[in-house]
């Protein structure tokens, strides 16, 4: 893996670029799931030689088939994929024994079975995902989509030249931008408590991220498996390896604020249905 090439972890899509009729497809995270994945795809009347699917990351581990959907994303037109924290962790891993540990723990055991060879040559690859992506639709909006969050206090132009940092990428803790991009769930949190409080939260956060019309994020599994919206902010992890506890793969068309999603059974469908609205801005 390269050390000192300078990779660009920042993507800038226009929707004016796509054939006639393409849509921006944004996937949540659909850890190895490519039945469910494919499924869904199918629902949405995904069209291979018009639409654009950009998947917000995580697309390996706990399902039954992440080489699978790696090769989905690595090969074919028209297809982009965040870099998330299981990504992440299957790059460091390849030198750091502790963090081998902890990915196995957390779903990377599946690399045993393809050998270290495919093993190197995916973590090269996924190496070079971005860790932003920017969405310019034709109507004039900016859709922003990140792994986790814009850590709060951040600008979204400042995401822009974030670079991938192996030494900082599995820090939960740490200050800079890059590992909230990745692990990050302050908004969401803050979100979450004030609904389970039915009161103010604990934390006042600003919802919004500025400079950017609307984020869509996901890493964080919300158990009510639908899509949440608050400020600007919409989060659409809704738990797709989670299929015998209710859980859901979600796909979102920004430009026509609508989802789709399925679950475990053949007939567990929905949409598409209306992104929700957001809530006020402040949390």
């Known amino acids: 893996m390269p050390d000192r090439e300078v990779i660009s972890h920042f993507l800038r899509l226009q929707e004016s670029a796509l054939p006639a009729n393409g849509r921006f497809l944004v996937v949540g995270d659909i850890h190895g799931e490519l039945q469910l994945f494919e499924r869904l795809l199918q629902l949405a009347g995904f069209d291979p030689a018009r ?22 994303f690595l090969h ?9 924290n299981h990504e992440a962790m ?24 393809i ?3 495919r093993h190197r040559a995916y973590a090269e690859a996924v190496h070079r995902f971005p860790l932003a992506i920017e969405l310019q639709l034709c109507d004039g909006r ?33 200050l800079a931008p890059m590992p909230s991009l990745l692990w990050g769930r302050q908004r969401l949190s803050a979100v979450l408590d004030a609904d389970v409080r039915r009161g103010p939260p604990r934390l006042a956060i600003d919802a919004c991220v500025p400079g950017i019309d609307q984020l869509i994020a996901g890493h964080t599994i919300l158990y009510r498996r639908e899509p949440l919206s608050h400020g600007n902010c919409l989060w659409i992890e809704t738990g797709a390896f989670q299929q015998r506890q209710g859980g859901r793969l979600t796909l979102v068309d920004p430009a026509a604020a609508c989802y789709w999603q399925v679950g475990a059974r053949s007939t567990d469908r929905w949409g598409p249905s209306p992104l929700p609205v957001p809530t006020p801005t402040m949390i």
């Open 115 to 117: 050998g270290d060879q």
């Open 76 to 84: 074919g037109e028209r297809r982009s994929a965040l870099l998330g």
């Open 142 to 174: 900016r859709i922003g989509l990140v792994h986790a969050e814009v850590k709060p206090g951040l600008h979204w132009r400042e995401i822009r030249d974030v670079q991938f940092v192996a030494e900082d990428a599995i820090d939960i803790s740490a």
């Open 51 to 72: 639409d654009h699917v950009l998947s917000l990351g995580d697309l390996i581990d706990r399902g039954p088939n992440s080489a699978d959907v790696l090769d989905w």
């Open 90 to 113: 299957m790059i460091v891993a390849r030198d750091d024994v502790a963090v081998r540990e902890l990915w196995f723990r957390n779903g990377g055991l599946w690399v045993l079975q």
